[in-house]
């Protein structure tokens, strides 16, 4: 959620950690500040303000933050309101400056027990005990890596901190604890952020912290402990991605931009995957052989974009392998007694690797006796990777809309993938048929972006309604759920996706005029079947919105706006009619004048509860 930025260098780095901020915009925020050691008079200097960072840019016009060392932050409110007093950096005496992602969930508790002491507390937050008890160490006598390690012993939840302490000018401290954090390592200066993409302008070359790392950062040294107290050593791992990754380019905006990299997107997704119309399966890691032909059972968690993409790969996994799919949503998976049958593979999807509630509920997981865990995700470096036994990259790109596209469509492919090896197993034959599919499905989304201007005609007739009813059957079942997600993230019209065949057990009552109904229709075994329930729609005056198949023989009218899509396989069809479903999201939220990228109330990488 929050975003961190910190630096430590030769150099004035205000406006290296305010470009850190911007870069971090995509992730949900409602406030910015940063706090610097000025190099003129070594006091600690910090500035705040509610709304954009460019809110804080322009105060920092009027009101510099000269200096070497610093941090800033980017805030999602979770305690307290947005307000000034609540932004980060918290300051302790004016002496000891912290930004926080997480949350401390014993903080009332500390509260009490620092206000007895004589600390005053300025905001809401829960990150402010964290300021105060650092330094309530330093005043009696500890230095600043000790009074931290002594500080997070107290701590109950999770968190990401950076911490810098006015007398100590060489120094920043960054810890982990359930959000990631990452450092970047430069030439005689360094950096820390809670996305790489922070620090692209100024290094290419990162060490991802790891669960309970303490780091302790110079100009010309990074030193890691573990949770343990150990020296660790971490490798020094380069960025992947081009440096114009997180530009919009030529496009209004990141969203519009990620819907058009999908070609190029399940491209890569595939690459190195496939070989004579076979997936390989050291694509999942070392051991994914060995442990897939034990699997008698799949059980896949997520959250919000990617479990519609695991319900898509239930429908898969049961048809094309033969065996029993469970899909849950990882905030209840791990709030519930579950049971665990014998050979059940757990599969964790996430974009960002680091989805607080999906992590748990792998962490939960592997103290039952699940056969082993795999990740499908788009961040090698991120913590459900490495908690996996295997891990399989969707190689999407840095995704920065906070409305998840391209990084759906790659989930897909990629689970189609894991399909096809777990598939093999159970005898089935149509593997290179499948592997011929996806090796066409950059050309057929190519085709569909093709429509772009037919979908932005379509948008007009949204931009005055207050809700929407999405239908779809079988695998576009889980594909029309997400179109109504898309829809009311960025445009905030109120949607809802029901199966069509559920129509007439209640849905049905709300159709009226005023009611747009969206219907997607491939050739598939319940074209037929969602006709009728088309007809329904239209016999109570609603109007019909519809994607289909050419073969759907459906003719548009006053009552029907039609698009149709290219003639696309049967078993590929959720990742080819999810794209117009996008692009007619982000078309009504264009006209209806919201913020597509940053919708309110919303953040990108969810990691706190």
Not at 372 to 399: H, Y
Not at 423 to 431: C, S, V
Not at 491 to 498: D, L
């Amino acid at each position: 959620m929050c975003g961190i930025v910190g630096a430590i260098a030769g150099r004035n780095i205000s406006a290296i950690l305010l470009e850190g901020l911007k870069r971090l915009e995509y992730r949900g925020y409602d406030s910015a500040g940063m706090a610097v050691l000025n190099s003129e008079t070594m006091q600690l200097d910090h500035l705040k303000r509610v709304g954009k960072v460019a809110q804080l840019d322009a105060a920092l016009s009027g009101s510099p933050l000269p200096g070497y060392l610093g941090i800033a932050h980017t805030r999602w409110a979770t305690h307290g309101k947005p307000e000034q007093r609540n932004a980060h950096p918290h300051l302790s005496a004016d002496r000891i400056a912290v930004v926080h992602n997480g949350i401390i969930e014993n903080h009332n508790e500390l509260k009490e027990e620092l206000s007895a002491t004589g600390y005053q507390f300025l905001s809401d937050t829960d990150t402010e005990v964290v300021t105060h008890l650092i330094h309530r160490e330093v005043i009696a006598g500890k230095g600043l890596i000790e009074a931290l390690k002594e500080t997070i012993k107290r701590l109950d939840g999770a968190y990401a901190l950076a911490v810098v302490d006015q007398e100590q000018p060489d120094l920043l401290l960054a810890t982990r604890m359930g959000s990631p954090l990452v450092i970047g390592v430069g030439i005689e200066e360094n950096f820390i952020a809670s996305d790489p993409l922070a620090l692209l302008q100024v290094t290419d070359r990162f060490i991802y912290l790891e669960e309970g790392d303490l780091a302790a950062i110079s100009r010309s040294e990074v030193k890691v402990e573990n949770a343990q107290g150990d020296a660790v050593q971490h490798e020094v791992q380069l960025f992947e991605h081009g440096h114009d990754a997180a530009d919009k380019g030529e496009y209004r905006h990141y969203m519009l931009k990620e819907i058009y990299e999908q070609p190029k997107v399940i491209r890569n997704a595939l690459e190195g995957r496939i070989h004579h119309g076979h997936v390989l399966e050291q694509a999942f890691g070392t051991g994914a052989s060995e442990l897939f032909d034990q699997v008698k059972m799949v059980q896949i968690v997520a959250c919000g974009t990617s479990y519609n993409a695991g319900v898509v790969a239930r429908y898969w996994i049961e048809k094309i392998v033969g065996i029993p799919c469970m899909v849950e949503v990882a905030s209840e998976f791990r709030y519930r007694q579950t049971v665990c049958m014998p050979g059940t593979l757990f599969i964790s999807i996430s974009q960002s690797g680091e989805t607080a509630d999906t992590l748990s509920a792998l962490r939960e997981a592997k103290e039952q006796d699940y056969l082993g865990f795999l990740s499908i995700c788009n961040v090698a470096g991120s913590s459900l990777v490495r908690e996996s036994d295997l891990a399989i990259m969707t190689n999407a790109g840095p995704e920065i809309g906070v409305a998840s596209t391209k990084a759906f469509t790659s989930q897909l492919v990629v689970l189609m993938l894991t399909t096809l090896v777990l598939a093999r197993r159970y005898g089935f034959k149509g593997e290179q048929e499948i592997v011929a599919g996806l090796e066409q499905l950059d050309n057929l989304t190519d085709q569909v972006l093709a429509l772009d201007p037919q979908i932005q005609q379509m948008a007009e007739h949204f931009v005055d309604k207050h809700h929407a009813l999405f239908l779809g059957r079988g695998t576009i079942y889980p594909v029309a759920v997400e179109g109504a997600l898309k829809l009311k993230e960025i445009s905030y019209i109120h949607a809802e996706a029901y199966p069509a065949g559920e129509l007439k057990h209640g849905p049905l009552a709300l159709v009226d005029e005023d009611m747009p109904v969206v219907a997607v229709a491939p050739n598939n075994s319940l074209l037929e079947k969602l006709q009728a329930n088309l007809e329904e729609v239209r016999a109570r005056g609603g109007k019909l919105f519809l994607f289909a198949d050419s073969k759907a023989q459906v003719k548009p009218g006053d009552d029907l706006e039609l698009i149709t899509l290219p003639d696309v396989p049967t078993v590929m069809a959720p990742i080819i009619y999810s794209i117009p479903l996008q692009l007619l999201a982000y078309y009504v939220a264009v006209l209806k004048g919201t913020d597509v990228d940053q919708p309110r109330n919303l953040a990108k990488s969810v990691t706190v509860e």
